[in-house]
């Protein structure tokens, strides 16, 4: 009788040994893949973080280059302004 008791629970441990050992198994590949998607996760918002700082850039040297642009036009049109009236003063 005894070592009927004592099969059974041999059985009974090894199959807990066995349920615990797939469950650390399941955990850890769990955890690798958790750790994953974060890498990835955390890569892709760098790299979005990377184009948004350099389209900053570029519209503010974009600003920069409308303000150069605008000066100039202005610069143009006070010149032509100046020979317009130099022109109609002389017709007078």
């Known amino acids: 009788m005894i070592e009927v008791f004592a099969a059974i629970i041999g ?19 769990r955890t690798t893949q958790s750790r ?22 570029d519209m503010k040297a974009e ?5 150069t642009d605008r000066r100039e036009i202005y610069e143009r049109l006070n010149d032509y302004g100046n020979r317009i009236t130099a022109l109609e003063s002389r017709e007078h």
């Open 36 to 57: 994953e998607a974060v890498i990835r996760l955390t890569a892709g918002v760098e790299s979005i973080a990377t184009k948004l700082e350099d389209l900053h850039h």
């Open 11 to 29: 059985a009974c441990s090894g199959a807990i040994l066995t349920i615990g050992g797939m469950s650390v198994s399941g955990f850890t590949r």
């Open 63 to 67: 600003k920069v280059q409308a303000t």
